[in-house]
């Protein structure tokens, strides 16, 4: 990483005590960067900024209580000139443009290398933005969708985690044997509901039981 006159100040926020901590070894080894401070969730990464300023932060999407795009919003309002970099698990598109159109400067993934790292961070801090490129898309001749959903304009993703809701499924459990994010799962309920015009789970649970699903 490039000497700069002033060190690059970070706070790191992650609940996961074994990252946040290889994180913060393996940055507390550079001599250009300090890092300031760790949280371990939103609301804690809030209080710091009430007497902390850094340059960067590095913000876990999932987090307890406040997820990071909650923060990250937050940030941008009453902080805008810190700079924050989204970290996750999740190479989901949706996310990626979700992490852009609310401020974020960067997006890396969990299990990206020192030096890409270092390199995301520096580019950064000089003002630049950093995402992963897209992926390229690969064509696939979908199921067709049922008939009677298709009237709803569901997706089939959506139609996909009705059958799980009807196996009563938790989110964390759809997020899992899908692998998508809390976060993913919880849009796709949220969008389901609408489009489906239900106000509550109990609802949505008599329309699979109503109508076969």
Same mark, same amino acid.
């Given at each position: ?13 992650? @609940?996961? /005590? ?41 913000? @876990? ?13 937050? *940030? ?12 996750? /698990?999740? &190479?989901?598109?949706?996310? *990626? ?21 270092? =390199? ?7 003002? =630049? ?13 979908? &199921? ?6 298709? =009237? ?6 959506? /139609?996909?985690?009705?059958?799980? *809701?009807?196996?009563?499924? /938790?989110? =964390? ?18 969008? *389901?509901?609408?489009?489906? &015009? ?16």
């Amino acid at each position: 990483m490039e000497s700069t006159v002033e060190k690059l100040s970070v706070i790191i926020a992650d @609940d996961h /005590t074994l990252f946040i901590n290889g994180l913060h070894m393996l940055l507390q080894g550079e001599p250009d960067i300090e890092v300031m401070s760790v949280a371990a969730n939103g609301k804690e990464l809030l209080h710091l900024l009430h007497t902390q300023t850094p340059n960067l932060i590095l913000l @876990d999407i999932n987090m307890p209580g406040m997820n990071g795009f909650d923060v990250l919003k937050r *940030i941008k309002d009453y902080y805008p000139k810190i700079k924050v970099i989204m970290l996750s /698990t999740y &190479n989901e598109e949706h996310l *990626i443009e979700k992490a852009k159109a609310e401020g974020a400067s960067g997006y890396l993934f969990k299990n990206v290398g020192k030096a890409e790292l270092l =390199q995301v961070m520096s580019s950064v801090a000089q003002g =630049q933005l950093c995402f992963p490129c897209k992926q390229p898309v690969v064509n696939s001749m979908p &199921n067709e969708p049922d008939p009677f959903l298709k =009237q709803f304009q569901l997706t089939k993703r959506e /139609t996909e985690l009705l059958q799980f *809701i009807k196996q009563n499924f /938790t989110n =964390q459990q759809m997020a899992d044997h899908l692998h998508l994010s809390i976060y993913t799962v919880e849009t796709h309920r949220k969008n *389901i509901m609408q489009k489906l &015009n239900l106000k509550n789970p109990v609802e949505l649970n008599r329309f699979i039981m109503q109508y076969n699903l």
